[in-house]
């Protein structure tokens, strides 16, 4: 079975980004994939050094990561880049967890730019012989069309997340379907 991992790069206890892989995972699993999240903002993952063997969680993550088919890279902008959080996560992985390895981007954006995160991801992923999926997905104004989920009547149906604008519901369901499309191809 084919495993997609999304990464949520966002520390906020109501993170836009990590709703925002629930929806694209859910469309993962619908398309016949196991799916996984790794919330950055709930495991041990110290500052990277690169004079340090395994700090915290840094080893079980890597071989999450490694494991997957797929991965689904979600960051918050922060300063027109990714988060510093997954940047962290990211200095740990290299080409030895993502080689072979199909990879979709999101970004939300509290604001309206969230071109140069993506171009920024696309880049470093490249660095590390990912296989960046042509579908990827920016969410400008997050927090007006992503709910989190939890509160009675602004969620789903099963009270999970959602996105109330459908082009982008659409948009972000695919890219969790492309991703798994990618991922079965590399895995031929």
Same mark, same amino acid.
């Given at each position: 079975?084919?495993?997609?991992?999304?990464?949520?790069?966002?520390?906020?206890?109501?993170?836009?980004?990590?709703?925002?892989?629930?929806?694209?995972?859910?469309?993962?699993?619908?398309?016949?994939?196991?799916?996984?999240?790794?919330?950055?903002?709930?495991?041990?993952?110290?500052?990277?050094?690169?004079?340090?063997?395994?700090?915290?969680?840094?080893?079980?993550?890597?071989?999450?990561?490694?494991?997957?088919?797929?991965?689904?890279?979600?960051?918050?902008?922060?300063?027109?880049?990714?988060?510093?959080?997954?940047?962290?996560?990211?200095?740990?992985?290299?080409?030895?967890?993502?080689?072979?390895?199909?990879?979709?981007?999101?970004?939300?954006?509290?604001?309206?730019?969230? +071109?140069?995160?993506?171009?920024?991801?696309?880049?470093?992923?490249?660095?590390?012989?990912?296989?960046?999926?042509?579908?990827?997905?920016?969410?400008?104004?997050?927090?007006?069309?992503?709910?989190?989920?939890?509160?009675?009547?602004?969620?789903?149906?099963? +009270?999970?997340?959602?996105?109330?604008?459908?082009?982008?519901?659409?948009?972000?369901?695919?890219?969790?379907?492309?991703?798994?499309?990618?991922?079965?191809?590399?895995?031929?």
């Amino acid at each position: 079975m084919t495993r997609i991992v999304a990464v949520s790069g966002s520390r906020s206890a109501d993170s836009t980004t990590r709703a925002a892989l629930r929806v694209a995972l859910d469309a993962a699993a619908d398309a016949g994939a196991e799916t996984d999240l790794i919330d950055l903002a709930t495991v041990d993952l110290p500052l990277y050094h690169p004079d340090e063997g395994e700090q915290g969680d840094s080893e079980a993550l890597k071989r999450r990561v490694r494991e997957a088919d797929g991965v689904l890279a979600g960051t918050p902008v922060y300063r027109g880049s990714y988060s510093s959080t997954f940047k962290n996560f990211h200095d740990f992985c290299g080409s030895d967890e993502y080689a072979d390895t199909a990879v979709g981007l999101l970004a939300t954006a509290g604001g309206g730019s969230y +071109g140069g995160t993506l171009e920024h991801l696309r880049s470093t992923f490249r660095n590390v012989h990912a296989w960046t999926v042509p579908h990827e997905v920016g969410i400008r104004g997050a927090s007006s069309v992503v709910e989190t989920g939890g509160t009675a009547g602004t969620t789903g149906p099963d +009270g999970g997340p959602r996105i109330t604008d459908e082009n982008l519901r659409d948009r972000t369901e695919r890219l969790g379907r492309v991703v798994v499309e990618h991922a079965e191809r590399l895995g031929e």
